[in-house]
C-alpha cells in the first residue's frame, strides 16, 4: 500500500519531482505509423486543460486546444500529447507563440498533410483570445514544378 506523506511529516519538506512531473519534463511527442496510408481521413484531439504563464505579468493563462489534422505516414500518439501539452503549464510565453509553437513541434514530428491548431483561451480581464495557425504540406508535383522553375530561372 502506497502512503502519502502528510503535512507534519519530513518527506514533504524534501523537494522532489512526482512521477507525473518528471514524465512532463521527459515528454516528446511520439508518433506511430499511420494504419491507413494514402487515405484521407481527420484526426480531431481536444486537451482541454492548457495552461501557461502570461510573459508579461505572470499571471496564469487557460486554454483548450484543438487539433485537426490529416495524417500522411505518422500519427501522433495521444498519451505523448498530453505531457507534451502539459509542458507550457510553468512557462513564460504569449498565446500567439504558444500556438505557433505548438504547430512547429507537431508538423515536425507527425509531418501531417494538413494541420490546424486552435487555441482558444479563457477570458482574462474581459478579453477572450483565440488563436488558429494552420499548414499544409505542398503537393510533390508542386515541388517539383517549383524546383524547375528555379533550375530555368
Known sequence: MTHLP?????VSDVPTMKYGERAIAEG???TFPNPRIGRRY???????EFTCKCPFSGYPDFATIHIRYIPNERVVELKAIKLYINS?????ISHEES???ILDDF???????EV??????????NVHTVIEVQHQK???QEKQKKQKKKGKN
Open 6 to 10: 502528510t503535512q507534519n511529516s519530513a
Open 28 to 30: 516528446q511527442l511520439i
Open 42 to 48: 481527420h484526426i480531431d484531439i481536444t486537451l482541454p
Open 88 to 92: 507550457f503549464r510553468d512557462r513564460y
Open 99 to 101: 500556438v505557433n509553437q
Open 107 to 113: 508538423v515536425e514530428a507527425c509531418d501531417p498533410l
Open 116 to 125: 490546424t491548431i486552435k487555441g482558444d483561451f479563457a477570458p482574462r480581464g
Open 138 to 140: 505542398e503537393e510533390k
